[in-house]
Structure formats: structure tokens, C-alpha cells
């Protein structure tokens, strides 16, 4: 089990393009949450997925977010049209649906984003 | 709506010092509550966590209890080493019970510098 790993570790890009990223989980976690962080605060919620289905998402998730998880296995986030307020690092964790672990969530290293 | 609030740093210490980082939370149902910790360059840890009222979680030295009374979560620990030198996140689980599948709510992070 090498934990939850992100790609790309960074990404620049110009106001205006799209990006996307990708989030492996932990194998055999069948839920995964998307999270953003900006500098000085702590992560927010942004949507989540338990196997293939997203279930929740957030308001901060503007329609120029999407997120899948095609085969309950890998997730990844797209933003389209970024704008320089997108630039945030994304988080993705993962957890097992074994409820006595007390909710435990596993976060990979993230995705910083800057938009130019 | 469910909310976290961190005593506000940065906090400098020197070694072997007591240390306390306040946490309160919105008193709404049952939530679980959680320690996590970011060391510069990597990504956030479960310090520990505590799922019900008087629990106490503990790790490395650290400890926190899940007081209902005051709604409160504080991080203490006695004497504290320069690799404890990191950001310190409060965050709640949504309710035990509800539909917010897990989801966490994160506090805005303390700084913690220890100095020789």
C-alpha cells in the first residue's frame, strides 16, 4: 500500500485553459473526497464519490469543475476556463467504508495549481 | 451549517515547552474530531482523532479530548521538539448518522515554530 498519490505534483497555466487532475487512492478505499486549499487556510470540501458514484458536491464546485471516478478507482478533476482564483492546492483523500477505523481520511500530497 | 475555529498563530516555542493549540466546533449532532498535521513539504497527517464525548485521542506525545460540553478539541503536549515544527489543522466530521458521508471540516491551521 503506497498510500494516496496525485499527479501532477504542480501545474502552471495561463487564465483561461483547461486542466485536469488526477488522484490514485488508496486500493480498496471506496470513498474518495476532493478537497481545496488556499494559502493560509485550512482544506474545503469540494465533492465526493463512493466507488463510481459522486454523491455530494459542494457550492464552491462552479459548473467549470467536474469531477468523475469512472471505475471506482481513480478519480480525476478537470477545471475548464481557469481563472487566477482557481490557483489553490487540490487535495484528494481516501477512506475505507469500515466505519469503526472512526472515519479516518487518508490525503495524498496534493496538486498546486497556479493560474497566470 | 457545522464549523471549526483554531486559535490563531503563528506559535513559537522553545524546545521542551508545554504546548496548547485551542479548537472549538459548532455543537450540532455528534461529530467525529480530529488532529492532523502538515510538515513543510509533505502532505496532511492524522495526528489523532477521538469519535465521541471524553474520548481522549493521543499520539507522539500529543493528546486532545472531545469535551461536548464546551464543544472544545485543544491539542496539548508537555514538551515539545523541534520536529514538531508544523501546521496544525483541527477538523469535525459530519454528524454520526447524517448523510454528509464523512465529509471533514477544517479549522484555518496554527504554525507551529519550535526553537532550540
Known amino acids: 500500500d503506497t498510500g494516496v498519490s496525485q499527479d501532477p505534483r504542480h501545474k502552471i497555466t495561463k487564465r483561461g485553459q483547461n486542466v485536469t487532475f488526477r488522484c490514485d487512492p488508496i486500493?480498496?478505499?471506496?470513498?474518495l473526497y476532493w478537497y481545496r486549499q488556499t494559502l493560509g487556510q485550512g482544506p474545503e470540501f469540494l465533492t465526493y464519490?463512493?466507488?463510481?458514484?459522486?454523491?455530494?458536491k459542494s457550492r464552491l464546485l462552479s459548473d467549470r469543475f467536474s469531477a468523475e471516478r469512472p471505475k471506482g478507482s481513480f478519480s480525476t478533476l478537470e477545471i475548464q476556463r481557469t481563472e487566477q482564483g482557481d490557483s489553490a492546492m487540490y487535495l484528494c483523500?481516501?477512506?475505507?467504508?469500515?466505519?469503526?477505523?472512526?472515519?479516518?481520511?487518508?490525503f495524498g500530497p496534493g496538486t498546486r495549481l497556479t493560474v497566470l | 451549517g457545522n464549523s471549526v475555529t483554531q486559535m490563531e498563530g503563528p506559535v513559537t516555542l522553545s524546545e521542551e515547552a508545554f504546548l496548547t493549540i485551542n479548537c472549538t466546533y459548532t455543537?450540532?449532532?455528534?461529530?467525529?474530531l480530529f488532529w492532523y498535521v502538515q510538515y513543510p513539504g509533505e502532505g496532511l497527517q492524522l495526528l489523532l482523532k477521538?469519535?465521541?464525548?471524553?474520548d481522549k485521542g493521543s499520539n507522539k506525545g500529543f493528546e486532545a479530548t472531545y469535551r461536548k460540553e464546551t464543544t472544545s478539541f485543544h491539542l496539548e503536549k508537555g514538551s515539545v521538539q523541534v520536529s514538531d515544527s508544523a501546521v496544525y489543522f483541527c477538523?469535525?466530521?459530519?454528524?454520526?448518522?447524517?448523510?454528509?458521508?464523512?465529509?471533514?471540516?477544517f479549522g484555518q491551521g496554527t504554525i507551529l515554530t519550535v526553537h532550540p
Open positions: 477538523a469535525r466530521s459530519a454528524n454520526a448518522g447524517g448523510t454528509s458521508y464523512g465529509k471533514l471540516t
Open positions: 477521538a469519535t465521541k464525548a471524553d
Open positions: 464519490f463512493q466507488n463510481e458514484a459522486q454523491l455530494e
Open positions: 483523500a481516501s477512506r475505507s467504508l469500515d466505519d469503526a477505523r472512526g472515519n479516518e481520511q487518508f
Open positions: 455543537a450540532t449532532g455528534y461529530p467525529s
Open positions: 486500493s480498496e478505499h471506496n470513498r
